[in-house]
């Protein structure tokens, strides 16, 4: 069976239409959380951070890429990835998404 060009550029844009409706749906159900911590790593080429966060007698580990609007803030102003360093003690924003957790802001303490 010969199908035309046109079928798979329609079949592409389809399936792109469908992914986009279903990531929309799931950021609108995404909730961010604050939390307080020490930043643990740092990857600049892949612009990741982690961070231990003590919760009780417990440890919780945020890690992931910094959203493509993430706000850094280091001693009250704003910042760049690399003004930070391991051992920082800093509060975070994250989320949780189907793709693992993203950084929506970083602050210094």
Do not use: C
Not at 49 to 56: C, N
């Amino acid at each position: 069976m010969n199908r035309s060009p046109v079928f798979f550029v329609a079949l592409a844009a389809a399936v792109l239409l469908a992914m986009g409706a279903a990531f929309d749906q799931g950021a609108a159900e995404e909730k961010s959380y604050l939390m307080t911590g020490v930043i643990a790593a740092i990857d600049m080429s892949f612009q990741t951070v982690v961070i231990e966060a003590p919760q009780g007698d417990q440890s919780f580990t945020v890690g992931g890429p910094l959203s493509r609007n993430a706000r850094l803030i280091s001693n009250g102003r704003a910042a760049g990835l690399s003004d930070f360093k391991v051992g920082d003690k800093v509060s975070v924003v994250w989320r949780a998404t189907s793709f693992g957790h993203i950084i929506e802001k970083i602050e210094s303490r």
